[in-house]
């Protein structure tokens, strides 16, 4: 597929069927990961991968307790064979700025003297690659947030407190869906988000 279908068929998706994935497809989704940009090359952002039912059962047990399941408005997400939770570890970027080449910037010192936390923003393009890449095989995906019982879901899978998870990217292959509410939206026109030379 062109690059610039890759783009334009991308969209979210939230019915699933339950078949897996082949494991060369989905090695190379969570190689594209580590393809996407990283400040200083500082690569730290993990993925927790949980495969087949056993797994993700486990997550939607904490993140969406049976009473609350009966009622969900997606249910076909939960069948879903995959799930990836990306993490971004700050720890990884203060080590990494505090070193030789970085240590000038002064970004090594605390988490408050970055501008921008760039561990959010190096860990949001590498689910955007996965996004595009899942894409690009074939696949439907759903980047969605982590809305409820957060730490005890960290804690089920034993994620270390230093890494911090900014969402789940579900995948698999597509079943027929109703778009929803927000995809109807239109697309702002270009000229109306970019600002050449001054706002």
Known sequence: MEFADVLRRRHMVRNFEPDPLPLATLERILDAARRAPSAGNTQGTDLLLLEGPEQTGRYWDVTLPLPRRRSFRWPGLLQAPVLIVPLASSGAYLRRYAEPDKAASGLG????????????IDTAMAVMAMLLTATDEGLGALF??????????????????????????????????KPSRSAARPRRPLDEIVHRGRW
């Open 109 to 120: 010192l605390a988490e408050d003297r970055w501008p921008v936390p760039y561990w959010f």
């Open 144 to 177: 969605f947030g982590i809305f409820n019982n957060e730490a005890e879901l960290m804690e089920t899978f034993g994620v270390p407190p230093t890494h911090q998870p900014i969402g789940t990217l579900a995948v698999g292959y597509p079943a027929p869906d």
